[in-house]
C-alpha cells in the first residue's frame, strides 16, 4: 500500500492552465478506471473534484478535468481562479477492498 | 441535510483506546460503503478502513488488528474503535461515503461525502 506519486507543489497565474500528475502502479492506477481526485482548502474536508478518472460531480467546474495513461492519472485545471489555490489529492482503489492516496499537491495561484 | 459529523477525538496516551463516532443524516448508513480516512498535522491523506453495507470490514496494513469499523443502525452512526494506539496514529480523522455503483464491475469507488474530521492526539 505504497502512497501515489504527486509533485510537492505547482503553480500557475490566473487564467492559466496547470497539470497534477498522479503516479501509481499496474496493481492500482493502471488496473482499474477508478482514479478520484479531491481539493482540499486549509482546516477544511476534502472535497470531490473527479472521480472515475474523468467524470465530475454535480456542482464542480467544467475547467477541471481528469485523464489517465498507463500507472499515471492527471488532473488538469484551466482557466486558473485564485480560489482554485487549494491542496489536491489523487487516490486509487487499489484492490482486495483497498484504497490509497497520493501525497497531495499544494497548488499556488501567482 | 446530508451530512456526516465525527466526535470522539482527543489527547490518549500510547497504548490506550479511543472510540470515534460519525453520525450521520440525509441518509441511511448502512445501505451505504462508509469509509475512515485519516490525515497526520501537515501530512497527505492515508484511507484507513471501509465497512460494506453487506457488513463485510477492511483495513489498511498500518491498523489492521488494532482498529475496528463498526456501525449502529439504530443511530444510522459509523464507528471506529482504535486500541493499542501509537504517536503515529496522531491525525484528524475523517468519516466519508463511499459511492460503489456496481461492485463486481468495479464502477465507483470514490469518496463523495465528507465529515469535518475529529482530532486525535496520541501523547504522553
Known amino acids: 500500500q505504497s502512497a501515489l506519486t504527486q509533485p510537492a507543489s505547482v503553480s500557475g497565474s490566473p487564467g492559466q492552465s496547470i497539470t497534477i500528475s498522479c503516479t501509481g502502479t499496474?496493481?492500482?492506477?493502471?488496473?482499474?478506471?477508478?482514479v478520484s481526485w479531491y481539493q482540499q482548502h486549509p482546516g477544511k474536508a476534502p472535497k470531490l473534484m473527479i472521480y472515475?478518472?474523468?467524470k465530475r460531480p454535480s456542482g464542480v467546474s467544467n475547467r477541471f478535468s481528469g485523464s489517465k495513461s498507463g500507472n499515471t492519472a492527471s488532473l488538469t485545471i484551466s482557466g486558473l481562479q485564485a480560489e482554485d489555490e487549494a491542496d489536491y489529492y489523487c487516490?486509487?482503489?487499489?484492490?482486495?477492498?483497498?484504497?490509497?492516496f497520493g501525497g497531495g499537491t499544494k497548488l499556488t495561484v501567482l | 441535510e446530508v451530512q456526516l459529523v465525527e466526535t470522539g477525538g482527543g489527547l490518549i496516551q500510547p497504548g490506550g483506546s479511543l472510540r470515534l463516532s460519525c453520525a450521520a443524516s440525509?441518509?441511511?448508513?448502512?445501505?451505504?460503503?462508509m469509509s475512515w480516512v485519516r490525515q497526520a498535522p501537515g501530512k497527505g491523506l492515508e484511507w484507513v478502513s471501509v465497512?460494506?453495507?453487506?457488513?463485510?470490514?477492511y483495513y489498511a496494513d498500518s491498523v489492521k488488528g488494532r482498529f475496528t469499523i463498526s456501525r449502529d443502525n439504530s443511530k444510522n452512526t459509523l464507528y471506529l474503535q482504535m486500541n493499542s494506539l501509537r504517536a503515529e496514529d496522531t491525525a484528524v480523522y475523517y468519516c466519508?461515503?463511499?459511492?460503489?455503483?456496481?461492485?463486481?464491475?468495479?464502477?465507483?469507488?470514490?469518496?463523495?461525502?465528507w465529515g469535518r474530521g475529529t482530532l486525535v492526539t496520541v501523547s504522553s
Open positions: 466519508a461515503r463511499v459511492v460503489v455503483v456496481v461492485p463486481a464491475a468495479f464502477i465507483g469507488w470514490y469518496f463523495d461525502l
Open positions: 440525509g441518509f441511511t448508513v448502512s445501505s451505504n460503503y
Open positions: 465497512i460494506y453495507s453487506g457488513g463485510s470490514t
Open positions: 499496474s496493481s492500482d492506477v493502471g488496473s482499474y478506471n477508478l
Open positions: 472515475e478518472g474523468s
Open positions: 487516490c486509487s482503489y487499489a484492490g482486495s477492498s483497498t484504497f490509497v
